[in-house]
C-alpha cells in the first residue's frame, strides 16, 4: 500500500518569505500527484496536480511543484508569501492502479505572520 | 456550477446510535468518494461508488456503509456509534471518464460529534 508523509507539520513564516512544503510517496508503480489547501473553515481545494509530462506544474495563486521521480518527491513552494496563505495543506497520491483514491499525507499547518 | 453538497453540515450523536450522511455531487459526476478527516489520523479513505456499486473500499469496519442512487447522490451509514467516530466526514466527486482518475472536488464536510 502506497504513503505519503509531508516533512514539516507546521511552519511559521513572515509574509513575503519564500514557502517549500515537502512531500514523499512511497509506491513503485505509476502515481498522479496532488495538493490541496484548506483555508480555516474552508473546504479542500485544488491548488495543483501532476498526471504526466513537464515535471514543474504551476497552480492556483502562484503555488508550483517539482515531481522528482528519483526520489518520489513532490515538493510545494511559492516565491512569496501573504497573510492569506495561512492554511493547511495536503500533499496526494493517486496510485493509478487503485482507482479513484488518494492517499493523503499528514499536512502541514503554514501560518503567515503579517 | 453547483458545488459537492453535503447534508447536514453539523451533528451530535450519543453513543450506540446511528447516523446517515448525505451528498450530491457535482452534475455530470459519477464517481463519489467518502473520506475521514480526524486531527490523529489525518485524510482516510473509507470508500468509493460509481454506478450504483462500491469499487473501492478502504480498511474501516464494517459499522461503515454507503450507497449511491441512479442519480449518483450518496448516502454514508454509521452504526452503533463510538467517540472515535467524531470527525469531519467529507465526500469528494469525480466525473471519472473512463480514462483514468481526473481528480476530485471535495464538499465542505459534515461534522459528526458523538458523545
Known amino acids: 500500500a502506497q504513503s505519503v508523509s509531508q516533512h514539516n507539520h507546521h511552519v511559521i513564516l513572515s509574509e513575503a518569505a519564500s514557502l517549500e512544503l515537502g512531500c514523499n510517496y512511497s509506491?513503485?508503480?505509476?502515481?498522479?500527484l496532488f495538493w490541496y489547501v484548506q483555508y480555516p473553515g474552508q473546504h479542500l481545494q485544488l491548488l495543483l496536480k501532476?498526471?504526466?509530462?513537464?515535471?514543474l506544474v504551476k497552480g492556483i495563486k502562484g503555488f508550483e511543484a517539482e515531481f522528482i521521480k528519483s526520489k518520489f518527491s513532490f515538493n510545494l513552494r511559492k516565491p512569496s508569501v501573504q497573510w492569506s496563505d495561512t492554511a493547511e495543506y495536503f500533499c496526494?497520491?493517486?496510485?493509478?492502479?487503485?482507482?479513484?483514491?488518494?492517499?493523503f499525507g499528514g499536512g502541514t499547518r503554514v501560518l503567515v505572520k503579517p | 456550477k453547483a458545488g459537492v453538497t453535503q447534508t447536514p453540515r453539523y451533528l451530535i450523536k450519543t453513543r450506540g446510535q446511528q447516523v446517515t450522511l448525505s451528498c450530491s455531487p457535482i452534475?455530470?459526476?459519477?464517481?463519489v468518494s467518502w473520506y475521514q478527516q480526524t486531527p490523529g489520523q489525518g485524510l482516510q479513505f473509507l470508500f468509493e461508488?460509481?454506478?450504483?456499486?462500491?469499487?473501492n473500499k478502504g480498511n474501516f469496519p464494517g459499522r461503515f456503509s454507503g450507497r449511491q442512487f441512479s442519480n449518483s447522490r450518496s448516502e454514508m451509514n454509521v452504526s452503533t456509534l463510538e467517540l472515535g467516530d467524531s470527525a469531519l466526514y467529507l465526500c469528494?466527486?469525480?466525473?471519472?471518464?473512463?480514462?483514468?482518475?481526473?481528480?476530485?472536488?471535495f464538499g465542505s464536510g459534515t461534522r459528526l460529534t458523538v458523545v
Open positions: 469528494a466527486s469525480s466525473l471519472d471518464p473512463g480514462q483514468g482518475f481526473v481528480g476530485y472536488t
Open positions: 509506491y513503485g508503480g505509476t502515481v498522479n
Open positions: 501532476y498526471f504526466s509530462g513537464d515535471p
Open positions: 496526494a497520491v493517486n496510485a493509478r492502479a487503485a482507482g479513484n483514491k488518494l492517499t
Open positions: 452534475s455530470g459526476h459519477r464517481s
Open positions: 461508488y460509481f454506478s450504483e456499486t462500491q469499487r
